[in-house]
Each structure stands twice: as structure tokens, then as C-alpha cells.
């Protein structure tokens, strides 16, 4: 089939999937009139039963916190997997990281990274840092959460790497420190509701006490400890990742 | 009678499929011919156990029962003449004393006016449309890396303008750090020749 | 204002298959995905957004004001972040089937048996 008759096939199928889809929207309620009930029972009993501000976070890691652990081992399995796939092939070897990524490597292909980039990359760790671990333990008072929190914590160690110092990046960072992270996050998340099970209680049940006002940290009972394990995993799992690419592309070459 | 009957039929013959597939799996001799017996119990089984579930129930959404802990919950049943569906109260929220009320029609918390709201999000809708049709033409890899990101940026004024600031800080931290670095790394690795 | 959301809901999915179908480069239809997966966020806050509502966050506003729905936003939240994960995956794949095979095109690609 040349491209041009499958420009026209796709094309063909494309109408009938976007009746389908108009059809279906026709449906809907219309913007705006969001008819189902379980949205509201939840806005009206989430404070006052969690203590919790943030309803969202409320939702996800407590009303619907199964689905949440089911989530967050997806990117759990995405980040062994992707460890898995770029492993060391037969045909491969690693070239020892001498120097800075930019310049006496011996490669020549990577250029060095400018003083404009790497100054305010350097002076940026730091505030990303406190930002990311600020976020991934107030999920229960404002909109933030343990993975937005884990993101910008994972940037953090990036931006080390963007200030050139791929070596100081792979030294903070060890693979063996990453797994054990990534490990204790998503088994702290599961242990927690395990431990529900062990009072007696459902699993994932909130079994801390709620606090005294809502939307302060120390409230919310189970949300905040969730929040902080699963930020944690998320922020381990993106450094795996990046520092993954990185060693694909400034190390791994592939022998004569 | 005969619903149940043909919905045991479909449901036995989703079991026998994923029987089937899984034989399959464990007897064939290398990993694409196992790729190709997973398919049917992925994607034909479901289909037998969804029509099972419509012989069952019906395609009348109205004629869904709703449970909690208890038993079947009584739900207020539709009229006739109702052309939108109302919001429902639960049989279970008049069981404890229910929390405050929610507001009315005009005691909204946004402190800008409805109308200029959704101009608001008619523009941001038609950004992010326009900014699709950016990134899928563009066709050099790392100038498409780069539309994407300001895509990224597009779509997170979208989410905040339909109120969810989260999902914004979600997009924002995404489409500015995570997907550039893992993109701009993999192409990088794919350009230069091997050595 | 009823129907547009979900318009661009269909126009976002459509354009990310056609990007998808005439691509000839890998790590381009992987893009592409990128752009179809946004179109189901959009579609979900589409579904629970209210009219005049506010952001369901009650550390400022009294508890009695009109919010949509939180429960799209949580799904949404994490759909955006584990999805970023898995294309992360995918782009791997990209790499390895270029060390193995030295080319991205996926016409020539299918050609290849294993």
C-alpha cells in the first residue's frame, strides 16, 4: 500500500471514528453540567471525615487509594523494565566516564556546556529541591501532591547534571541508592495498608488519627504519610530513568 | 431464563477462549508465535463478557442498581420527561446528618464572571487544538521536542482555567523536565553514528 | 460552549493518529503519542468541570462553595505523570531496535522478523 493510499485509508476511518465520537459527546451532558452524584458526596464529606483541604489528594490517596497503588507500580514496572531494555548488550562496552561530559571524554561529539547555563542550573538545585519535598508533603492542604512532588524533586537532581557535572550527577545518584528508594516508596505505600489490614481495619484504611484542624500538616492521618512515600518513589523512579539515558548516550559505545 | 442461559454461554465461552490462548502460550516454541495466542484472550474474551454483562443488565443505564455495604440502595428512578439526568441523592447520605449544603447557582467561588471564564477556556481549547496540529507537522526531531514542550505549556493554562491547579503542576513538571530530557537523550543517542 | 471541549477532544485524537500513520521515524509517531495521550486529560476535566465551580480546595473558600469534580482531577494527576514513565519505555525500545537493526523507519522495520 503506498503512503498515499494510506493517507486515504486512514482518512476514510477517521470520519467514522470521529461520528462515533460525536455521537457518544452528543450523549454527554454538555460542558458544564456535571450531572453524576458521586463528585459532590465526595466534596461534601471529604473535610469534615479526612481533614484533609486538598480534596483531590483526599480522592487519590485515601477514597480511591487502591487505584493509586496500582498507578504507581505501573511506574514502577516502566522504570525496571526501561532498566531491563537498555541493558549492556554483547556488542557493547562502557567507556570509563573520564572527565566532564564536555569536552576530554575522548568522544568530541558532546559539546561543553556554557557558563550561562550552568551558574543559575547549579544555583536552581537547591529551591527545586525544597520546592519538590515542600510539595510531596502537603498534598493534604493545597494543590500539590506526591507526584508533582516527586517530578520536581527528580528535576532537582537533573538540573545537577545540566550544571555539567555528569559525574557529580552518577555519584549522588548511584543506581544501587535509586532501587532502594524507588523500593521503599512503593513498598511503603503497600505497607501502610497493610498494616490497616493488621488492625483489623479494610486495606488502606485511614487509621491515623485525623487531627484537630483541617488542612494543617499534621492532619489527615494516612494522606501525608502516603503522599511522602510515593513522592519519594516517583522522584527515584525519574532519576533511574534519566541517569538510564544519560549513560546510554554519553557511555555506552559500541566496540569495532 | 433464557437471559441467563446465553449470558452462561458467552460467559463459558470467554473461559474457554482464555483456556485456549493460555494453552497456547505454554506450547509454542519461541516468543513471537506466544505474542500472537495472547491476543485473543486480551481483546476477544472482554468482548464475550462485556455482551455478557449487556444480556444481563440491559443497555438502559437507568436500570442499574446501586450497592453500598448493605444491600441494594434505593435510587430515585427518572421521569419520563426529565430530558437531562439530575444529580441523585443517595439513599446513604441521609443516613448521617448531611454536611452543608452546597451553594446554589449564582454563590459560585470564582471571582471572575461566568462569561469571561469561558471565554477563557474557549481560547486555551483552541490553543491547545492549534498546538496539536504544530507538533504533529513538525517533522525535525528536535524542533518537534521543542513544540511539544510548548504544548505542554498550553495544555497546563488549559487545566487551569477548568480549575485544576494540581494537574498543572503535574503537566508543567512533565512537559518541562521529564518528557524534554528523556526525548533530546534518546534522539541524541539515535543521531550520532556508533563508533 | 456545550460541545467544543469534547470537539477538541476529537480533533486532538485525530490529528495524533494522522501524525501517527504518516510517520516515518519512530521517535516521531512516539511524539505523536504523546499528543493522542493528552487528549484523554482534556476529556476528563471536560467531563467534570462545573459551571461557576471552584477548584476543590477548601483551605480558603468555605466549604458550602459550588467545585467541580475532584475525582476526573485525581485521575487525571496521576495519568499525566505515570505516562510520562511509560513513554520513557517506549523511547528504550526506540534505542534498542536502532542498535540493533540501524534504522527507525517502521516501514523497514516491519520487515525485519525478530
Not at chain 2, 35 to 54: C, E, G, K, M, R
Not at chain 2, 131 to 157: C, D, E, N, P
Request: hydrophobic residues 55%.
Amino acid at each position: 500500500m503506498t503512503p498515499g493510499q494510506r493517507r486515504w485509508f486512514f482518512l476514510a476511518a477517521a470520519a467514522g471514528l470521529v461520528a462515533c465520537y460525536l455521537w457518544a459527546f452528543a450523549g454527554l451532558p454538555g460542558f458544564g453540567n456535571y450531572p453524576g452524584p458521586y463528585g459532590q458526596e465526595v466534596l461534601r464529606q471529604a473535610v469534615r471525615q479526612t481533614h484533609a483541604t486538598g480534596v483531590v489528594s483526599a480522592v487519590n490517596f485515601e477514597y480511591r487509594g487502591f487505584d493509586t497503588v496500582g498507578e504507581e507500580f505501573i511506574l514502577f514496572a516502566a522504570a525496571a523494565g526501561l532498566s531491563v531494555v537498555l541493558r549492556r548488550l554483547r556488542r557493547e562496552r562502557e567507556t570509563e566516564p573520564a572527565g566532564e561530559a564536555g569536552g576530554e571524554a575522548g568522544s568530541g561529539t558532546v559539546p561543553a556546556a556554557s557558563s550561562a547555563m550552568r551558574v543559575p542550573a547549579l544555583l536552581m538545585v537547591g529551591p527545586t529541591a525544597l520546592i519538590g519535598w515542600w510539595l510531596a508533603s502537603h498534598a493534604q492542604t493545597n494543590p500539590s501532591g506526591g507526584f508533582q512532588g516527586g517530578v520536581i524533586l527528580a528535576s532537582a537532581f537533573i538540573l545537577i547534571y545540566l550544571s555539567g557535572e555528569f559525574l557529580a550527577f552518577r555519584r549522588l545518584s548511584p543506581v544501587v541508592l535509586l532501587d532502594a528508594v524507588e523500593a521503599v516508596g512503593a513498598g511503603g505505600f503497600v505497607a501502610i495498608g497493610l498494616a490497616a489490614l493488621a488492625m483489623n481495619l479494610p486495606y488502606l484504611d485511614n487509621y491515623l488519627p485525623p487531627g484537630q484542624v483541617p488542612g494543617a500538616v499534621s492532619s489527615s492521618g494516612t494522606i501525608a504519610l502516603i503522599s511522602f512515600f510515593v513522592g519519594i518513589e516517583v522522584a527515584a523512579a525519574f532519576v533511574l530513568i534519566a541517569g538510564e539515558f544519560l549513560e546510554q548516550t554519553l557511555l555506552k559505545r559500541r566496540s569495532a | 431464563m433464557i437471559r441467563e442461559v446465553v449470558s452462561d454461554g458467552l460467559l463459558a465461552l470467554a473461559v474457554l477462549t482464555v483456556a485456549a490462548a493460555a494453552l497456547g502460550v505454554a506450547v509454542m516454541p519461541d516468543a513471537y508465535a506466544r505474542l500472537h495466542y495472547v491476543t485473543p484472550a486480551a481483546v476477544v474474551a472482554p468482548v464475550f463478557v462485556t455482551l455478557a454483562i449487556f444480556v444481563t443488565e440491559g443497555l438502559d443505564h437507568r436500570r442499574a442498581r446501586l450497592y453500598d455495604r448493605h444491600g441494594p440502595v434505593p435510587v430515585a428512578r427518572h421521569d419520563a420527561r426529565d430530558a437531562r439526568p439530575r444529580p441523585r441523592r443517595l439513599a446513604s447520605a441521609t443516613r448521617a446528618p448531611a454536611g452543608p449544603r452546597p451553594a446554589g447557582e449564582g454563590e459560585g467561588a470564582t471571582m471572575i464572571p461566568v462569561a469571561a471564564m469561558d471565554t477563557l477556556q474557549i481560547v486555551a481549547l483552541v490553543g491547545v487544538a492549534a498546538g496539536a496540529t504544530v507538533v504533529v507537522r513538525t517533522r525535525s526531531r528536535v524542533r518537534q521536542v521543542l513544540a511539544l514542550s510548548v504544548y505542554g505549556m498550553l495544555l497546563a493554562i488549559l487545566f487551569f482555567v477548568f480549575q485544576a491547579p494540581d494537574v498543572t503542576l503535574s503537566e508543567l513538571s512533565v512537559g518541562a523536565v521529564a518528557l524534554p530530557i528523556v526525548l533530546l537523550l534518546a534522539i541524541a543517542k539515535v543521531r550520532k553514528p556508533e563508533q | 460552549m456545550g460541545i467544543v471541549p469534547f470537539l477538541v477532544v476529537a480533533w486532538i485524537v485525530v490529528v495524533g493518529l494522522y501524525g501517527i500513520v504518516t510517520s516515518r521515524d519512530l521517535i516521531n509517531q512516539i511524539m505523536c503519542l504523546i499528543v493522542v495521550q493528552s487528549s484523554t486529560y482534556v476529556l476528563l476535566l471536560g467531563v467534570g468541570y462545573v459551571t461557576g465551580g471552584a477548584a476543590p480546595y477548601f483551605s480558603d473558600i468555605p466549604l458550602t462553595t459550588k467545585a467541580v469534580d475532584p475525582v476526573v482531577q485525581a485521575l487525571a494527576l496521576t495519568d499525566v505523570v505515570v505516562e510520562a514513565a511509560v513513554t520513557a519505555l517506549l523511547l528504550s525500545f526506540a534505542i534498542q531496535a536502532y542498535k540493533r537493526f540501524g534504522t527507525l523507519d517502521p516501514h523497514e522495520l516491519a520487515e525485519f522478523k525478530g
